[in-house]
């Protein structure tokens, strides 16, 4: 029998119940659950080594997710694990065709990997598995953003249309990370409620936290530039500051040739150009610094499927401004102020609050850290460890 180190000193898992879960034998402190041998193939063929949302979310998952017999395929080596290499050319970083040579190759060779381990179940952090195939799956769906803003012919909706919901209709259970991207998954891919699971993600604790700094004149926006993002609105509300020459406004996230010739025309009709700065990708070490001086993190996004950034901001005691739509409020609480994204007033307004009400900003300061420190990898990690284990 293989035996797995424990989570958390203490933490057990239920016997089996005789209708197809695991046999758990409970075991001392230091050795928290010992079960039989089952092997999980988990796939990060399309993580990129370069911190992403995606790659945050699949590598400090993966990490507390020791207790597993697992192999993994991906592109890069992860110490302590079993690795299968895949082919380097299928990820984000090779644009549509890297997407679409991922498909091919996740329906052709995962099976095949797959009944050689002699796995029980594959684990894919992004919703894509071997339709057809004899392969059981558990896949996480991050947002279904694509199919809520029309896009006529666009790939990626394309993608969420007709790839996704087969895959989800032929999962064994389905992971999301907040109660919003659930309800999308019901309402778009007519999925029972009962096969969802929403888990939280969490933060990198020893990368994001408070510093003490200096607060500088910026506010932040941290993200892509996709319409849905509305980041034009909030260029909009910025111009409309009371003495905004005291302000600026810095936009971080991968720079998009599609959208940055509408900002910048924007933001030359505004006469903004002094003052709104495009910082493209920003280094994941760097990040903590850049939230830790700003005013403000405002992230007056249309929809989200989580919100990281507003996690991250908190835990760096940084103010946030943010939608009371999707998930955002799930994420934010009652910690950041909540705007309607749709009114430009109203995001100027709590931006003007923010940044000259010292009380205002020593709450939220105050109530975003209490509330990032509810988040932990740890806890979504055992979370979804269990539910892995409901399905070997």
């Not at 075991?27 to 399309?46: F, G, K, R, T, V």
């Not at 329906?107 to 894919?124: G, T, V």
């Not at 790839?163 to 019901?186: F, G, M, R, W």
């Not at 040739?257 to 030359?268: A, D, G, H, Y």
């Amino acid at each position: 029998m293989k035996t797995a180190m424990g989570y958390g000193g203490g933490a057990q898992l239920a016997a089996g119940d005789g209708q197809g879960l695991p046999s758990i034998i409970c075991c001392p402190l230091s050795i928290a659950y010992c079960p039989l041998p089952m092997s999980i193939l988990i796939n990060l063929s399309s993580v990129l080594p370069q911190p992403t949302g995606l790659a945050t979310y699949s590598l400090n998952l993966v990490k507390e997710l020791g207790g597993l017999d697992a192999d993994i395929v991906g592109p890069f080596e992860l110490p302590g694990h079993r690795f299968h290499r895949s082919p380097p050319d299928l990820t984000a970083e090779y644009g549509l065709k890297g997407h679409l040579k991922r498909l091919f190759w996740t329906q052709c060779q995962i099976p095949r990997l797959y009944h050689q381990l002699a796995s029980r179940l594959l684990f894919s952090p992004i919703p894509e598995a071997p339709l057809g195939s004899r392969c059981r799956w558990i896949v996480t769906v991050h947002d279904l953003i694509p199919l809520r803003f029309f896009q006529r012919l666009s790939p990626a909706r394309l993608y969420n249309r007709y790839y996704i919901p087969p895959v989800l209709q032929q999962a064994q259970h389905i992971l999301c990370n907040s109660k919003a991207t659930a309800n999308d998954i019901i309402h778009f891919c007519h999925i029972p409620a009962s096969k969802i699971t929403p888990i939280p993600l969490a933060y990198d604790r020893e990368n994001f936290r408070f510093l003490n700094l200096p607060t500088q004149n910026y506010f932040l926006y941290l993200g892509r530039m996709s319409p849905y993002k509305n980041v034009q609105r909030l260029i909009s509300a910025f111009a409309t500051l009371p003495h905004r020459s005291d302000y600026e406004l810095w936009l971080a996230g991968p720079s998009d040739q599609r959208q940055l010739p509408t900002l910048q025309t924007q933001i030359s009709e505004l006469e903004l150009q002094a003052q709104v700065k495009f910082l493209n990708y920003v280094a994941y070490t760097d990040l903590p610094i850049l939230m830790n001086q700003a005013i403000a993190l405002v992230l007056p996004s249309l929809w989200e499927g989580f919100g990281l950034p507003v996690l991250e901001a908190m835990a760096c005691g940084t103010p946030v401004i943010t939608s009371h739509l999707a998930s955002l409020p799930e994420v934010a609480g009652d910690a950041a102020i909540l705007v309607d994204p749709y009114d430009v007033g109203a995001i100027a307004q709590a931006m003007y609050r923010v940044a000259t009400e010292p009380e205002l900003h020593s709450q939220l300061r105050a109530a975003g850290l209490a509330r990032a420190n509810l988040f932990s990898w740890k806890k979504t990690g055992q979370e979804t460890l269990q539910l892995l284990y409901r399905y070997l």
